[in-house]
């Protein structure tokens, strides 16, 4: 029973023990090489460095400390590469496989052998796993210039010296500087090059394209500014973070910002700077700030909440005025309109004058017409249809009635009727004629022998033809012939 919980107790400890062993790791390894390349003083000369590792896999972040004779040495340019001007070189870079390479520019000053040697590494790779460098250095050999100069001397300003270069910052003078150091630049940015005042210096410039140069004030101490490439100016550098990546630096080019009328423009003190700000009434909390932002390289506005102390990104609100003298057309024809007015207004005034003419010819054309058809109703007699219930020029009665056209055969009617009438009276009695008129008529005038004689086509052919002009009267229902018929008679 003994033996048993022996070897029972013996597996235990070997199965606790094997998780110990897994844990172990042991670093990747890897190298650090330089060319060692020969100058003549005075000459530039372009060092080379790579980072390899040994498995083959791809490199990660890698950081180098390096030093070097900066009275032999003076360091001019290289990505990723900064330095302090007093012979401290720090080179910081990401590989995009298994080998990193970089090179840098240096000067030499004086004849002999120039070292650069390596104080520290860090290096991963891709895979975060840690990446151990077998370090190495480069030397350069210096030979004398071809004019037997052995010894120059640098052409940037010794650390703690400023240059000759005055420019003015929010009313301040500053002297232009390069003789800063490492441990002065910011996070994120590294030493360049560019072209200022008529000659190349030392900035410090990010990923982003911001770009930051050293400026010292007149008791000596210096602090680095915001450069504007394109107008050569500078202005405060003061970062402001609004997360653990993303920082804003205030600018103060208030004539890049359009915001409503209904924000009023201000002063906001930023770590004793000040800044044009702006500020709606209806929300005194906020003030809006233009700014840079680093991550980025783009300028833009900013919100800043005075009760929690953060800063946001703003969008402006849209501005809903309506452009000085634009007409009241919503939609997209009003816009295109009131951003054309004086072409809008020409191109009224045109259509306008066609209607105008236009006008006046169709109205003379009208007049002319209205003359033609008068002179047509005068040469043939036509009668005007708007005579009708209307009273003549020469003031004749109002006719009730439109009346037979009178074909000049007719006479008065009263002339007629009393002539008549007197005649009648006269030469017939009423007896007479009643007896005498009734038996001619029956005689001579049989029923049957008037309308066989007098055929209404044959009456109305013989009407037309003699110009005799008569009128029946007819009553209500056929009358009998001893009834009063009356004939009109007109001479010939």
């Not at 172990?24 to 980072?51: H, T």
């Not at 107008?231 to 993303?246: G, H, K, M």
């Not at 980025?296 to 909440?305: A, N, P, R, V």
């Not at 007896?431 to 008529?441: A, R, T």
Request: net charge negative.
């Amino acid at each position: 029973m003994k033996v048993f919980k022996k070897l029972a107790g013996l597996v235990l400890a070997v199965c606790l023990a094997v998780p110990v062993f897994g844990t172990v790791a042991f670093a990747a390894e890897g190298v650090l090489m330089y060319s060692d390349p020969s100058a003549k003083v005075g000459d530039n000369v372009e060092i080379s460095l790579v980072v390899q590792s040994d498995s083959g896999e791809s490199i990660g972040d890698v950081q180098v400390d390096m030093t070097y004779d900066p009275t032999a040495l003076e360091f001019v340019s290289g990505d990723g590469f900064t330095a302090d001007g007093s012979g401290a070189l720090t080179y910081v870079g990401t590989g995009d496989g298994a080998e990193l390479r970089a090179s840098m520019t240096v000067r030499a000053l004086k004849e002999g052998s120039a070292v650069i040697s390596v104080s520290g590494t860090t290096a991963t790779l891709s895979s975060g796993e840690s990446l151990e460098l077998r370090q190495g250095s480069s030397t350069v050999t210096i030979s004398a210039a071809d004019d037997g100069t052995t010894q120059i001397e640098p052409t940037a300003a010794p650390a703690g010296e400023t240059t000759d270069i005055v420019v003015n910052v929010n009313g301040t003078d500053y002297n232009f500087s390069e003789a800063f150091t490492g441990t002065d630049i910011p996070d994120g940015f590294a030493e360049t090059t560019m072209t200022f005042n008529g000659g190349d210096h030392k900035f410090v410039s990010n990923e982003a394209g911001v770009t930051l140069g050293y400026l010292v004030d007149a008791s000596g101490a210096g602090s680095f500014f915001l450069f504007n490439a394109e107008d050569a100016t500078f202005s405060p550098y003061i970062q402001l973070f609004i997360s653990d990546t993303t920082s804003i630096v205030p600018l103060t080019a208030a004539d890049s910002v359009t915001l409503p009328e209904t924000y009023q423009e201000v002063e906001l003190t930023v770590q004793e700077n000040q800044y044009p700000a702006w500020s709606d009434p209806m929300a005194p909390r906020y003030y809006v700030i233009y700014a840079l932002n680093t991550r980025t390289g783009e300028s833009h506005l900013y919100q800043y909440d005075t009760d929690d102390g953060t800063y946001q990104y703003f969008i402006a609100p849209d501005q809903e005025e309506e452009q000085e003298g634009a007409l009241p057309i919503p939609g997209k024809l009003g816009e295109v309109i009131n951003g054309h007015l004086p072409v809008f207004f020409i191109a009224a005034a045109a259509v306008a004058l066609i209607l105008f003419i236009l006008w006046i010819v169709f109205a003379v054309k009208l007049v002319h017409r209205n003359q033609e058809l008068d002179d047509l109703y005068d040469e043939y007699d036509i009668p005007y249809d708007e005579e009708d219930e209307k009273t003549d020029r020469k003031g004749k009665k109002k006719l009730t009635k439109k009346e037979p056209e009178d074909d000049g055969y007719e006479e008065d009617d009263d002339s007629f009727d009393d002539d008549y009438d007197d005649e009648y009276d006269d030469g017939y009695d009423g007896d007479e004629y009643d007896d005498d008129y009734d038996d001619e008529y029956d005689d001579e005038y049989d029923d049957d022998d008037y309308d066989d004689g007098y055929d209404d086509d044959e009456y109305d052919d013989a009407r037309d033809g003699k110009g005799v002009t008569t009128e029946v009267r007819p009553s209500a229902g056929r009358k009998k012939a001893d009834d009063d018929y009356n004939i009109d008679f007109i001479d010939i």
